[in-house]
């Protein structure tokens, strides 16, 4: 192939690989905006600490991404922290959650436009059920644990402080979780949600609210137990 033409070939494939996205790395929301691409990236960057697609969509920084993953489990430990658990087993709940929270199935499918202009993504979920997997053995090693310190009691010994019982149980309770953690994570049937979304301009969308909360709640399964008569 002669230098002239050889060249112009090389200019055609170069200008199709710019237009794919390809050469540069980037896939060209401003011209082809997926829905479904955002609905993941955001539950990818928020559940997973998997910032790619997030910033690749968003145009913000791998920093500012890697936030949301810490704002999350900022928003988890809340509760946790102004509870009686121990300070010093908090960094360890921590990441475990982190741990927990990356091994969420949730994958977004096909969006349908709206008249509007606005977006409906079908999410399929499958919940991970690692705290009603467990909840039974938490159950049976607290109860023995009560045990021992009756027994302990029974036999002239010292009745511990509610701070100590307080930290076996939260520490019981973690090893648990750890072990089923360590050994693999088990799932729920699927479950589906609609997830709506709204482009507001060629990097910034938004997803509904409340279809969020929906989400979130459906990614770990929660114990739920009848209140006593």
Do not use: W
């Amino acid at each position: 192939m002669k230098g002239k033409n050889r060249t112009a070939v090389i200019a055609v494939i170069l200008a199709a690989l710019l237009a794919a996205g390809i050469l540069a790395g980037t896939y060209l929301y401003s011209n082809r905006f997926d829905a479904a691409d955002y609905v993941q990236a955001v539950v990818d960057a928020s559940y997973k600490n998997e910032t790619e697609l997030y910033v690749e969509i968003t145009g913000v920084s791998e920093e500012e991404a890697q936030e949301i993953f810490e704002e999350n489990l900022d928003a988890t430990m809340e509760g946790f922290e102004s509870s009686d658990m121990p300070q010093d087993m908090q960094p360890k709940y921590r990441e475990l959650f982190g741990e927990l929270a990356k091994n969420i199935s949730c994958t977004a499918g096909e969006p349908k436009e709206q008249e509007d202009g606005s977006y409906i993504v079908p999410v399929t979920v499958k919940p991970v059920t690692v705290f009603t997997d467990t909840y039974a053995t938490f159950q049976a090693r607290a109860q023995e644990y009560a045990q021992q310190v009756t027994d302990q009691v029974m036999d002239g010994g010292e009745m511990p402080e509610d701070a100590r019982m307080q930290a076996e149980i939260y520490g019981i309770y973690y090893e648990v979780l750890k072990e089923r953690t360590d050994s693999g994570m088990l799932y729920g049937g699927a479950r589906n949600v609609d997830v709506h979304v709204t482009k507001e301009g060629s990097r910034n969308f938004s997803i509904d609210e409340g279809d969020m909360d929906r989400l979130d709640s459906m990614l770990i399964e929660s114990v739920h137990t009848e209140p006593e008569e």
